[in-house]
C-alpha cells in the first residue's frame, strides 16, 4: 500500500516482539487515567496518616526514639500492607484479560508470550512501587524530619526503601504467576494473599523460613538505616531475588504454552 | 485453472487438534488463493475457530502443519501476524479505550511511526468501516454493527495480506450484515480475506472460494461457482394439489432421485426433487407424479442451484447452526 511506504516498521522480534507496546498501554492504565493518583492518594492515606498518628503520639519521647519510631513504622506499614496492596492490584492482569477475552485479541498481533508477562510484571512493578513506596516513603522522611529535627540519611533511607520493595515484589510476580497458572480469581488472589496473611504464623512455625523470604525483611530496614545490625541481610534479599526469578521464569515459561 | 505454489496464502497439511480425547480437527488439508475471498463453511462446532487459533498460532497442532504467506504457521506465528489481520468470533477491545486509542494501540504493534502517518492510517480505517465520526467514543458506548466495524477496522490497520474474519456478521441485524459484507467486498481488491461463517446466503453472495467443514473434517473445497454448478445435482420445484405424501413415496423409488422436501402451503404443497440425473428427470419427474391421478400439478421447474441444498446435501443430518 502506498500510505505504508513511509512507515517506520516495528522489527522487533523473539521475546521482545510487541513489549514497548504492551508496556505503554500498562503504563497508560496507571498514569493515563486515575489509577495512579487513586492509588496514591490511598497509600499516602494508610502509610502516612498511621505514620502520623504514631508520631504526633510520640513527641514526648527523646528524638532517637521519635526517629526510631518513624523509620520503624513506616517499615512495618509498608511490610505489611505492600504486599497486600500489590496482590489486589494485580490480581486482574492475568486472569481479567483472559475473562474478557482481550487476551486472544492482543495475542492475536504480532506480540510474544514473554512480552505479555514482562510488560504486566514491569508496568505494574512501577505503579505499585511509586504508589506504595516512592510517594509515602518521600513523605515519610519528611514527616520523619519534621518530629525528630534530624534528617535521616537520604542514601541509607532510599536503601531501605529498596528492601521494602522487594516483599511487594515479591508478591506481584507470584500473583502473576497464579494469574497464568489459574483461570479462577479466587485462586489467584487467594493462593497469594494466604501466604501474605500467614506468613508470620509460618515463621513462627519454621524459623529458618524468615532467612529465605522476604516476609520479615521489613524488620532489617530500620536498624540498616539507623546504623545498627541488620541480620542475614544479605540471605534474604538474594532469597527473594531467587523467588521472584523462579515466579518469572515459571510464568513466562507456563504462559509460553498457553492456548486461548 | 492450474495454481503454482506461490498463488497460495494458506496451505495445511493434514492439521489436526485435539482437545483432550475429543477431535476438534482432523487430517485438514486446505489451500487458500490469493486475492480472494474464501468462506469457511460449518455448522456451529465443526472446527471452524479451532482452525483459524491454529491458523494464527493461538493454539498449538496436535500433528500436521502448514504455512501461511511462506511462514511456518507454529515456529514463526509472530512474523505471520505482521502480516495477517484477525477478527475473532467473540472479540473484546479494553473498554475504557475510545475507537481512536484503540486503533492507536493496535497500529503500535505494526509501526514505530512517524505519528502524522499513523493518525492518517488510523482516519483512513475509520473512513472505510464508516466510523470517522466516533473516533473520540468509548468502545464501549458503541452499538454491536459499530463495534464489529471497529473490528474489522483494527484487524486490517497494517494494510494485511491477509485478513481472517471469524464469523463477522454472525451477531448482525440485517443492515449491520450487509455494511460488513459491502466492507469486505472493498477489501477484496487489496487483500485475501478468509471468513468463517455458517450463513450461507451470505457466501452466496460474497464468497469466491469455499470450504466445507463438519465435524473438524474437510468435506469439500472449491469455487463457490463450481460447487453450484455441480455440486448437489439439480433441484427441481413443483407445486401441487392432493395428498403429497403418495407423490414422495413415488419420487423417493427413482434411483436418480437424491432427496425430497416438502413445504405445506394453505391451498398446495411445494416438493423440492433433487435429482443426480438431469435428463432422466426431465424425462419421467412430471410424468411419475402425474401417474397418480389424484395429484394435480400447478407448477414445475428447474430451481436456481442454492448452497443450502449443496450444503445439507454434504453435510447431511439436521442443522443446528444454519440460517
Known amino acids: 500500500m502506498a500510505s505504508s511506504d513511509s512507515h517506520q516498521l516495528v522489527e522487533a522480534h523473539g521475546w521482545w516482539a510487541g513489549f514497548r507496546n504492551l508496556l505503554a498501554k500498562e503504563n497508560?492504565?496507571?498514569w493515563g487515567t486515575k489509577t495512579g493518583l487513586v492509588q496514591s492518594l490511598l497509600w499516602f492515606s494508610v502509610i502516612n496518616g498511621s505514620l502520623f498518628v504514631v508520631l504526633f503520639f510520640s513527641l514526648d519521647m527523646p528524638v532517637d526514639a521519635r526517629l526510631s519510631n518513624a523509620v520503624g513504622v513506616f517499615s512495618v506499614l509498608v511490610g505489611l500492607f505492600g504486599p497486600i496492596g500489590a496482590i489486589i492490584k494485580v490480581q486482574d492482569a492475568i486472569v481479567g484479560e483472559r475473562q474478557l477475552g482481550t487476551l486472544e485479541w492482543v495475542l492475536s498481533k504480532p506480540v510474544s508470550r514473554s512480552a505479555v508477562i514482562w510488560s504486566k510484571v514491569l508496568g505494574n512493578?512501577?505503579?505499585v512501587l511509586v504508589t506504595m513506596v516512592v510517594v509515602?516513603?518521600?513523605?515519610a522522611y519528611l514527616q520523619a524530619y519534621a518530629f525528630s529535627g534530624v534528617f535521616v540519611s537520604p542514601g541509607k533511607f532510599a536503601l531501605g526503601s529498596v528492601l521494602l520493595a522487594l516483599s511487594p515484589l515479591f508478591y506481584l510476580t507470584l500473583t502473576i504467576l497464579c494469574g497464568v497458572l489459574f483461570s479462577t480469581r479466587g485462586l489467584v488472589v487467594g493462593v497469594p494473599l494466604s501466604l501474605a496473611l500467614g506468613q508470620h504464623a509460618a515463621v513462627s512455625l519454621v524459623p529458618g523460613l524468615a532467612r529465605v523470604t522476604p516476609w520479615l525483611l521489613f524488620r532489617q530496614v530500620e536498624p540498616m538505616v539507623l546504623g545498627g545490625h541488620p541480620e542475614g541481610i544479605k540471605v534474604m534479599v538474594l532469597s527473594t531475588l531467587v523467588w521472584i526469578a523462579l515466579f518469572m521464569?515459571?510464568?513466562?515459561?507456563?504462559?509460553?504454552?498457553?492456548?486461548? | 485453472m492450474t495454481r503454482t505454489r506461490s498463488d497460495w496464502v494458506i496451505?495445511?497439511?493434514n492439521l489436526t487438534k485435539f482437545y483432550g480425547r475429543t477431535r476438534a480437527v482432523t487430517d485438514l488439508s486446505l489451500t487458500v488463493p490469493k486475492n480472494s475471498i474464501f468462506a469457511f463453511l460449518g455448522r456451529n462446532g465443526a472446527g471452524k475457530s479451532t482452525t483459524v487459533k491454529l491458523l494464527l498460532g493461538l493454539i498449538r497442532p496436535s500433528s500436521g502443519g502448514g504455512t501461511i504467506l511462506g511462514y511456518d504457521m507454529v515456529t514463526e506465528s509472530i512474523q505471520l501476524r505482521r502480516r495477517v489481520g484477525y477478527l475473532a468470533q467473540d472479540y473484546r477491545f479494553y473498554r475504557r479505550m475510545t475507537v481512536g486509542q484503540t486503533l492507536r494501540f493496535v497500529a503500535g504493534f505494526f509501526y514505530r511511526g512517524p505519528q502524522r502517518l499513523i493518525?492518517?492510517?488510523?482516519?483512513?480505517?475509520?473512513?472505510?468501516?464508516?466510523?470517522v465520526d466516533k473516533?473520540?467514543?468509548p468502545v464501549g458506548q458503541l452499538s454491536g454493527g459499530e463495534r464489529q466495524r471497529l473490528g474489522i477496522a483494527q484487524a486490517q490497520i497494517n494494510n494485511p495480506e491477509l485478513l481472517i474474519l471469524d464469523e463477522p456478521t454472525a451477531s448482525l441485524d440485517p443492515m449491520g450484515r450487509k455494511a460488513v459484507l459491502d466492507i469486505m467486498n472493498r477489501l477484496r481488491e487489496r487483500t485475501t480475506v478468509l471468513y468463517s461463517t455458517h450463513i450461507l446466503s451470505d457466501v452466496q453472495r460474497v464468497a469466491d472460494g469455499v470450504a466445507i467443514l463438519d465435524h473438524g473434517r474437510l468435506v469439500t473445497q472449491a469455487d463457490v461457482g463450481e460447487l453450484l454448478e455441480h455440486g448437489a445435482g439439480s433441484v427441481y420445484s413443483m407445486t401441487i394439489k392432493g395428498d403429497p405424501n403418495r407423490a414422495?413415496?413415488?419420487l423417493q423409488r427413482l434411483p436418480w432421485v437424491i432427496s425430497v422436501q416438502v413445504r405445506m402451503q394453505p391451498s398446495d404443497a411445494v416438493l423440492q426433487i433433487q435429482v443426480s440425473d438431469d435428463q432422466e428427470a426431465e424425462a419421467r419427474l412430471l410424468r411419475t407424479v402425474l401417474a397418480d391421478t389424484s395429484v394435480i400439478v400447478t407448477g414445475f421447474g428447474l430451481q436456481a442451484p442454492e448452497l443450502e441444498d449443496i450444503f445439507i446435501h454434504l453435510v447431511g443430518g439436521e442443522d443446528d447452526g444454519k440460517q
Open chain 1, 28 to 30: 497508560a492504565d496507571w
Open chain 2, 135 to 137: 473516533l473520540d467514543c
Open chain 2, 248 to 250: 414422495v413415496s413415488m
Open chain 1, 136 to 139: 509515602p516513603g518521600t513523605v
Open chain 1, 125 to 127: 512493578t512501577i505503579g
Open chain 2, 119 to 131: 493518525e492518517g492510517r488510523v482516519q483512513e480505517s475509520l473512513e472505510l468501516v464508516g466510523l
Open chain 1, 249 to 260: 521464569a515459571a510464568a513466562v515459561w507456563r504462559f509460553s504454552t498457553e492456548e486461548v
Open chain 2, 11 to 13: 496451505q495445511t497439511d
